[in-house]
Each structure stands twice: as C-alpha cells, then as structure tokens.
C-alpha cells in the first residue's frame, strides 16, 4: 500500500505561471513532511519542509498548503521558472524519536517552458 | 567535505557478482541513510545507522544485501550475487542528529547498473 500518494505524475507550466503538486497520506502518525527537488544525476535536495502544527508555510516562490483533516498537502511555485524544471518529490515521516527514514511520494516531473 | 560523498558514481557488474557502495557521510552527522532509486520512482527507504548501530534494517530486500558503519562515519552497503533488478541509483542520506529532527541530506548516488 503506497502510503504517500503524489499528483500530477508530470506537470508543464507557462514560465511565470504557478506550479501546484499535490500530495496525500495515509499514516496519521506522520508528523513532519519535506519537499525534495532532483536535477537529472543529482541526489535529492530539500526545499521546504512542514510540521502540521501550522497550515502553510512560505519560503521565497515556495509554498507549502497542509490539511491535516485531509492528510493532504500541497507545493506551490509562483513564478515558475524554466530553471525550476526537475523532479519534484513529497515525503513523510515521524518526527522526532529514532528513526525518520522518509517515506516519498512516486515524483512530478515539472517542466517550465520559457 | 561540504556534502555526502558517493563512490563510485557509476557501477557496471554481471548478474551473480558481489558490489560494495561508499558513503561518506557530512562530518558529525550522527544518522545515516540507505535509500534504493529505481528509474522514474521515489526513493525507497533500506536501512538506518544511528553512529555505528544499525537501527532499522526493515528496508532491505533480501539478505543479499547488508549494510555497514563500523566507526561511526563511512557506511559501505553491500550486495550479494547481483541480480537484475538490483539495477537502481543507491542514494545516502545523512542527518546531524540521531532523533530525526534535523532534514536529511543526500548524496548524489551511486547508479548500479547489472547486466
């Protein structure tokens, strides 16, 4: 069972215009939920992370939106650029305690066209 | 060095033969991480060292695979007589403190390809 669940699988937007992926989970007991972005031969890379303590939170373009009621939460990128375009990654885990191994979404592939 | 390190970046073997994956961890980080990339996926989680104690090996697909940290710091992942569907980017993660509240930082992968 997927337990993190991320849409769209491949997003093309406008340069300028507003990029928005979607995540879902299952396991009410996540408590802290990351953004990664990926260059093609590069490991992840954190952009903005989220404790469900709050409802958004906004870094620079970015935006995370969480529901907790949901279990849903959501990465906006204002002003899309065309060096925006990678693969962008939700993911999971328990906050605190002594593991936090990540659980991640399946990806969006996010193309800025300029 | 600044970041986690990677060796090799890229490994060819045949189906059947033993591979062996370095990291090199941020210098400090107490946690360390194993995480299987197959093509277009997300990573998916293999096993957990808290300094040299490995915490969490749940992740592991077979025990063909293993995992080690003898000192604390450089983790080497082992796998065992290959197979085709171990073709996959092998990413490391380390984090400054064993109790998971500091984010993740990843290396850039080894990519093992099997033929």
């Known amino acids: 069972q997927q337990q993190v669940k991320q849409s769209p699988q491949s997003l093309i937007v406008q340069k300028g215009g507003i990029s928005i992926i979607n995540c879902a989970y299952e396991n009410t007991a996540f408590d802290y939920f990351p953004w990664y972005q990926q260059f093609p031969g590069k490991g992840p890379a954190l952009l903005i992370a989220i404790r469900p303590d709050v409802s958004e939170k906004k870094e620079g373009r970015f935006t995370i939106s969480f529901n907790k009621s949901a279990k849903q939460f959501s990465l906006h990128i204002m002003d899309s650029q065309p060096g925006d375009s990678a693969t962008y990654f939700c993911a999971a885990s328990k906050y605190g305690g002594s593991q936090g191994n990540l659980i991640f979404g399946k990806g969006t592939k996010l193309s800025v066209k300029p | 060095g600044a970041g986690v390190s990677q060796s090799p970046r890229y490994k060819v073997a045949k189906r059947g033969q033993d591979v062996a994956l370095r990291c090199d961890p941020i210098?400090?980080?107490?946690?360390l991480f194993w995480y299987q990339q197959a093509l277009g996926q997300g990573p998916e989680f293999l096993t957990y060292?808290?300094?040299?104690?490995?915490?969490?090996k749940s992740g592991l697909p077979s025990d063909r695979f293993f995992a080690e940290r003898p000192e604390g710091s450089v983790s080497t992942l082992k796998i065992q007589r290959t197979q085709q569907e171990d073709s996959a980017v092998y990413l490391c993660?380390?984090?400054?403190?064993?109790?998971?509240?500091?984010?993740?930082?990843f290396g850039d992968g080894t990519r093992l390809s099997i033929l």
């Open positions: 993660a380390s984090s400054p403190t064993g109790d998971g509240s500091q984010p993740q930082h």
């Open positions: 060292f808290q300094n040299e104690a490995q915490l969490d």
């Open positions: 210098s400090g980080h107490v946690s």
